[in-house]
């Protein structure tokens, strides 16, 4: 290609993006009132950021002592909750007028992963979060009904750890976008001048991935009462308020919440066979106490059950507090987010919190 091509196809480009980015400015601010929104110079912020979150997962079936343990016991419920425990992720986070990404990676043990999407603007904010996670030793607390009442709890170590999958995707309209900003207070693309509310609607989609199929998981597979694999979605809408108070220049406190209810609730859940279980009967029925070898064992897949539940009410909660000095800015903002589901003899509920906090610069 002759290099004046080169040179007309290279500034074509540079105008689209100056054109794109122009586009966006001026979205950015359309409509607001000037002495609550300003909007800095730099389209750019660049951030470092720390996140201290937490993901507890506790789920709940039933099982049938009587076959399991002897012909006096009745049903035992099985609780298992997988805890994540306070966790510290480290990432970098890239925004362009409210429009951002950020990826951290654990460095707490947990071995996990979070990557956040998000887009802004002066009456909506859509963000997209993933967590991954694994964990080897789940907590999980036994009730008797019968010979007597009897609740236990105990750490099981597995072999396989337990894969979790979470993924949330949340997105608010405001109704006061002419003196609110939902940018000022979680991407700091806009400066909050002066104290304003708004209230909002929303909707959230929530969708989690819970998988401890393994052989030497057989253990686990039996006492959940032979599911090994756990996929749940769930669809709330909700409305709530949101407020921005600015005590003082360059300081922006900003609360969030906004109760929801489920109009789509659905678990799928993945059912495996073992010989675990046989031969701990058979080492019962000859007398001789069960020995627990792990890797001994597999499991086979024998079905796959969908369901569906009523409606449940969740609430979504968020608060940011930013501090502007020039370019720099710091911010810490917190979520918390809790989920539940219920079915025949299966129900659960999922917990998730984080802080995040970071310091930045405008370019």
Same mark, same amino acid.
């Given at each position: 290609?002759?290099?004046?091509a ?16 122009a ?40 099982i049938?002592?009587?076959?399991? !343990?002897?012909?006096?016991w ?8 997988l ?15 409210? *429009? ?68 949330m995707?949340d ?19 806009? !400066? ?16 989690s991935? !819970?998988? *401890? ?14 599911v090994?694999?756990?996929?749940h ?19 922006l ?32 029925r000859?007398?001789?106490e069960p ?7 597999e ?24 501090y ?5 800015f ?23 919190? *984080? ?9």
């Amino acid at each position: 290609m002759p290099l004046g091509a080169v040179a007309a196809t290279n500034n074509g480009v540079v105008k689209f993006v100056r054109k794109l980015g122009a586009a966006i400015d001026s979205a950015a601010l359309r409509g607001a009132d000037r002495d609550y929104l300003a909007m800095p110079e730099q389209p750019w912020q660049v951030m470092l950021r720390g996140s201290t979150n937490q993901g507890d997962l506790k789920m709940s079936t039933v099982i049938d002592g009587h076959a399991l !343990i002897g012909p006096e016991w009745g049903d035992v419920t099985m609780e298992p909750r997988l805890n994540t425990g306070v966790t510290q992720y480290v990432g970098v986070a890239v925004n362009y007028r409210g *429009y951002g990404l950020c990826y951290s990676e654990d460095v707490g043990g947990s071995r996990g992963s979070l990557l956040h999407l998000s887009v802004t603007g002066g009456c909506y904010g859509l963000n997209l979060r993933i967590h991954q996670y694994k964990t080897d030793e789940p907590e999980i607390r036994l009730t008797f009904d019968k010979p007597m009442p009897t609740d236990t709890t105990f750490y099981d170590i597995i072999p396989n750890p337990i894969k979790v999958r979470t993924m949330m995707l949340d997105a608010y309209y405001f109704f006061n976008s002419k003196r609110f900003s939902y940018c000022a207070a979680y991407d700091q693309s806009i !400066i909050q001048k002066r104290s304003a509310g708004s209230p909002l609607v929303g909707a959230m989609y929530y969708h989690s991935t !819970i998988a *401890y199929d393994q052989d030497d998981n057989a253990e686990l597979v039996m006492l959940m009462g032979d599911v090994g694999k756990i996929k749940h979605w769930q669809v709330s809408l909700g409305a709530g308020y949101a407020y921005n108070f600015v005590p003082c220049r360059g300081l922006l406190i900003s609360a969030m919440a906004m109760p929801t209810v489920s109009v789509y609730n659905r678990l799928d859940s993945w059912s495996y066979t073992s010989d675990f279980y046989d031969k701990m009967i058979e080492q019962r029925r000859t007398g001789v106490e069960p020995t627990f070898v792990k890797s001994d064992y597999e499991i086979c897949p024998t079905g796959h059950d969908r369901h569906t539940s009523s409606t449940t009410f969740n609430v979504d909660a968020r608060l940011s507090i930013t501090y502007n000095i020039g370019n720099i800015f710091f911010n810490a903002n917190g979520q918390f987010n809790h989920f539940r589901y219920s079915f025949t003899k299966q129900s659960g509920r999922f917990n998730d919190w *984080y802080i995040n906090t970071a310091i930045g610069i405008r370019l």
